[in-house]
T-cell receptor
Framework: AQSVTQLDSQVPVFEEAPVELRCNYS??????LFWYVQYPNQGLQLLLK??????LVKGINGFEAEFNKSQTSFHLRKPSVHISDTAEYFC???????????FGSGTRLSIRP | GAVVSQHPSRVICKSGTSVKIECRSL??????MFWYRQFPKKSLMLMAT?????????EQGVEKDKFLINHASLTLSTLTVTSAHPEDSSFYIC???????????FGDGTRLSIL
């Protein structure tokens, strides 16, 4: 079985500062890893995905994540955040593109001017 | 690109009413769809896997008689919340893989409020 742990429930940062949202996963098999963003009162939007290949994955809105197999981590980073990045961020894992997706508990990113 | 349409986006109804939510794949066939539930300020929890032409597979703790799932065609899965009560109020969202190696497609979700 797979599981996902997001260590930080809330991350406050100042505008234009860098941010890292942490995610660790557990699985006995190879997995696909994702980061989703959910803006207030909206659905999910895919930020980026790791399926295979390069461990550094670039996504939309200037976000990137690095797959680290030895540490079973998939942390999300952005070098300079904007007010518009205020949202809930979910790390997720699945065994394949057709399998159920297991979500982490989410990290609320709040940006201070 | 591939799109999943979920309807309605929001519904408010009285306690005891049954509510049907539709999840439709617009330009691909989906033999499998997934239904998730999200409580306020919480994460998404898988409720069930909808299988075209066969019974849905429910996660542990999800009442199959309460949450009826029908997947009668390759492009439509429905979730019916039967005799809904205030504790069923939540955000329900579906997803569907399109058969490629790419991530699944999510609907925009349905916000259900039971008064």
């Amino acid at each position: 079985a797979q599981s996902v742990t997001q260590l930080d429930s809330q991350v406050p940062v100042f505008e234009e500062a860098p941010v890292e949202l942490r995610c660790n996963y557990s699985s006995s098999v190879s997995v696909y890893l994702f980061w989703y963003v959910q803006y207030p009162n909206q659905g999910l939007q895919l930020l980026l995905k790791y399926l295979s290949g390069s461990t550094l994955v670039k996504g939309i809105n200037g976000f990137e994540a690095e797959f680290n197999k030895s540490q079973t981590s998939f942390h999300l980073r952005k070098p300079s955040v904007h007010i518009s990045d205020t949202a809930e961020y979910f790390c997720a894992v699945s065994r394949s593109s057709a399998s159920k997706i297991i979500f982490g508990s989410g990290t609320r990113l709040s940006i201070r001017p | 690109g591939a799109v999943v349409s979920q309807h309605p986006s929001r519904v408010i109804c009285k306690s005891g009413t049954s509510v049907k939510i539709e999840c439709r794949s617009l330009d691909f066939q989906a033999t499998t769809m997934f239904w998730y539930r999200q409580f306020p300020k919480k994460s998404l929890m898988l409720m069930a896997t909808s299988n075209e032409g066969s019974k849905a597979t429910y996660e542990q703790g999800v009442e199959k008689d309460k949450f009826l799932i029908n997947h009668a065609s390759l492009t439509l899965s429905t979730l019916t919340v039967t005799s809904a009560h205030p504790e069923d109020s939540s955000f329900y969202i579906c997803s569907a893989p399109d058969g490629s190696n790419q991530p699944q497609h999510f609907g925009d979700g349905t916000r259900l409020s039971i008064l």
